[in-house]
Each structure stands twice: as C-alpha cells, then as structure tokens.
T-cell receptor, first 115, second 116 residues
Framework: GAGVSQSPSNKVTEKGKDVELRCDPISGHTALYWYRQRLGQGLEFLIYFQGNSAPDKSGLPSDRFSAERTGESVSTLTIQRTQQEDSAVYLC?????????????FGPGTRLTVT | AQKVTQAQTEISVVEKEDVTLDCVYETRDTTYYLFWYKQPPSGELVFLIRRNSFDEQNEISGRYSWNFQKSTSSFNFTITASQVVDSAVYFCALSRGNTGFQKLVFGTGTRLLVSP
C-alpha cells in the first residue's frame, strides 16, 4: 500500500507569509505526528493526533504554528507570519496503535525555506 | 525528561569494515521503547528496529545488529561488513511505552560515510 505522503515537497516563501503543509498518512493509521528537522540536526517533535484530536501540542514553538486533522486522514500544519527561523524540513509520520505495532512511518518531508 | 545522546557526529569507514554507532538514553520511565531510523541522502526516514525496555535480547538482522544494555542505558547499532549503500544519517530515538500514542525523542544523529 501507499506510504505517508506530504505536499508540497518544497516550499519557498517570503517572511511574513502564511504557509500550509499537508500530510496524508497511511490508511488506517490512527496516530499522526509532525516533526521538524533543522539543517544538520535531529528531529524535534511538534504535535501528534489521536484521530482528529491533539492530546500533545507541547512541541509547537509558538502560537504561529497550528495543525488540524480531518478524522483519521489528512492533516495540515499551518505556519502564520513565517520567520526565517522556521526554515526546516517538516516531517509527518503515522502509526498504528493496535497491538504492539507502534512504529512511526515517515513521509518524505516538506522543505520550507523562508526568505 | 527524556534524552538521547549520539556522541558520534560523523564516522567514515571503508567498505567491508564493521562499524558501531553509539546511543545513550536517559529516561525515568520503567516502560519505554528504543528505535533506530536510517535517513539516506534522499531524506526519508526508514524504520530499522524497535526494542521495548523489557527485552534486552540482542537482535541481528542480516548485517545489522543491536546491543541493548539497560545497565549502561545504551542501545548501540553495529553494521557488519559495511557497504556504500549504508551511507546515511542514523538516528536513535526513545519513546514512552505506556500507550501507542507517543512522540519520539531523537538524538542528533550520526552521519556514516562508507567509501569504496
């Protein structure tokens, strides 16, 4: 079956503009996660969804960041009034939560460049 | 708080050498999971292994093996007879284990360069 997909693959935006990043998880995966990877660094957790609710938003860096999810499918991460420090690769992952199959499967990421 | 340390920033080896990537973790949880992911130049993270805190058995999968030692809070990864295709950034990660919905805490990664 299809893996996690993300769009766009690359996004260049001007400082101050809003951007929306999209994630399509693996069908049937109830959990969905957003991470950010700055150049040369590890991944930072942003938020996760259990179905369409977000029990843990602790990683969102500021109130300019928000995310939503429709049922157990598509999620959108929105960054308002982008800043240069928002430049990073934004990765989405999804996972089962049944049994012991908790592995998170990652999408290819969206590379965001704020100029 | 949870923390993962990968002290090796970059390792260079010649093909067919064995190489070990170190991972040290910190957690106060008694139940947790440890993971290794591979990030090739294409950028997409590839899941390699998950290990729960109650299973200290070492695991071997082909040329890959993992050594989990709770006594030293380490979960090291060894590639035997490395190949050029093993060149990638490898991340060790940790999650809490009490439910299926848990964020991963990642180390900063180790870049492995395997030359012919």
């Amino acid at each position: 079956g299809a893996g996690v997909s993300q769009s766009p693959s690359n996004k260049v935006t001007e400082k101050g503009k809003d951007v929306e990043l999209r994630c399509d998880p693996i069908s049937g995966h109830t959990a969905l996660y957003w991470y950010r990877q700055r150049l040369g660094q590890g991944l930072e957790f942003l938020i996760y969804f259990q179905g369409n609710s977000a029990p843990d938003k602790s990683g969102l860096p500021s109130d300019r960041f928000s995310a939503e999810r429709t049922g157990e499918s598509v999620s959108t991460l929105t960054i308002q009034r982008t800043q240069q420090e928002d430049s990073a690769v934004y990765l989405c992952a999804s996972s089962w939560t049944m049994g012991q199959e908790y592995e998170q499967y990652f999408g290819p990421g969206t590379r965001l460049t704020v100029t | 708080a949870q923390k993962v340390t990968q002290a090796q920033t970059e390792i260079s080896v010649v093909e067919k050498e064995d190489v070990t990537l170190d991972c040290v973790y910190e957690t106060r949880d008694t139940t947790y999971y440890l993971f290794w992911y591979k990030q090739p130049p294409s950028g997409e993270l590839v899941f390699l292994i998950r290990r729960n805190s109650f299973d200290e058995q070492n695991e071997i999968s082909g040329r890959y093996s993992w050594n989990f030692q709770k006594s030293t809070s380490s979960f090291n990864f060894t590639i035997t007879a490395s190949q050029v295709v093993d060149s990638a950034v490898y991340f060790c990660a940790l999650s809490r284990g009490n439910t299926g919905f848990q964020k991963l805490v990642f180390g900063t990664g180790t870049r492995l360069l395997v030359s012919p």
